[in-house]
């Protein structure tokens, strides 16, 4: 048994639960909530469906997804990308360009620490999409400029 997997065993017998993965961002004066893989948004499919072009354009310019931030198994239905993608700042990056495609601007809130694969995604989004993106974590403010570059100089 992996070490993740022994430590949700004990959480799981200890009655201890994992604090879900939150993020919560501003658009057009609204404060919206996306919890990982949420799809109760009443814009979801086209959520999703901008997040299937964002990982697209990740791919097309050299990211690779990285599963040592997945600490379980996964489902049949699931693979390594979906699982990522699923991550709550990436459906609050995704659901900024559904609402407004040309944002120059998006800022984020998580109560969680950014993962590894979502921290290199979403500079290279700000790249691509050439925008700042602010992302609030639990432990710092990242500022991922459109020259792809992160002002915690990747130290996360």
Known sequence: MNKASSIRSELSRSGAKKKPGLSWTV?????????????????????????EKISRELIEHGHEYDSSWITR???EDETIESVLCGHSEKL?????????????????TKNLRVCGDCHQATKLIAAIRRCHIVVRDANRIHHFDPDGQCSCNDYF
């Not at 057009?28 to 469906?49: K, M, T």
């Not at 609050?92 to 984020?108: E, G, L, S």
């Open 73 to 75: 198994p996964l489902a």
């Open 27 to 51: 658009v057009n004066g609204e404060l919206y909530q996306f919890l990982a893989h949420d799809r109760s948004h009443p814009r979801s499919a086209e959520i999703y469906v901008e997040l």
């Open 92 to 108: 609050a990056i995704a659901w900024n360009f559904v609402a407004n495609a040309d944002t120059t601007f998006i800022q984020i």
